[in-house]
């Protein structure tokens, strides 16, 4: 029995195909974002000598905290705001990475000075773990189906939004 989420259109191997795509994005994006935490966590012991009001080692520690619930939601939520978080934390870390790989920004507020114009394994472990991350999220929000919101009675609601149909005698604002 086909679920309200899946198009009626499609053909039942379309269906599989589609689920099995989906399923497997997912399982990149999770494990890329796990990498990301990895690596972040492994390197943030390095960079707590590089200090303004916060160290860059602590803020480390942050990135692999937000990539590792990223990757735990996109996983077990299978829902956009999980996998539009999951995209944010890895664009948002690749596009620290490459700023402060490329651009001397200095020191500003409670943020240390980041500059490090070097490649190494671990950075590009980052950069390529952040990327398959973003490739995968952007295609998890673009291809997966959109749930219809519901009325009160579980089924789906012809006009779209949460308010029950106005009865006979009334305006559909309710009594008062």
């Known amino acids: 029995m086909p679920s309200a989420v899946s198009d009626p259109t ?68 299978h829902r956009r705001p999980a996998d539009a978080f999951g995209l944010s934390v890895a664009a948002g870390g690749l596009a620290a990475l490459l700023l402060y790989r490329y651009v001397d920004v200095g020191a500003f507020g409670p943020f240390p000075d980041m500059y490090e114009p070097v490649w190494f394994a671990d950075k590009w472990a980052s950069v390529f773990s952040q990327a398959a991350a973003i490739a995968a999220t952007a295609f998890l929000l673009v291809t997966a189906p959109r749930r219809r919101r519901t009325a009160r009675g579980g089924a789906p609601s012809a006009r779209g939004g949460d308010q029950p149909p106005a009865g006979p005698g009334t305006s559909g604002r309710g009594s008062g």
Do not use: C, N, W
């Open 10 to 77: 499609a053909r039942p191997g379309r269906r599989s195909t589609r689920r099995v795509l989906l399923a497997v994005a997912r399982l990149v994006a999770a494990a890329a974002l796990a990498v990301d935490a990895y690596v972040h966590a492994k390197l943030a012991d390095r960079y707590d000598p590089v200090v303004a009001t916060v160290s860059q080692g602590d803020l480390f520690r942050i990135e692999a905290g937000l990539a590792a619930l990223a990757a735990l939601l996109v996983l077990v939520r």
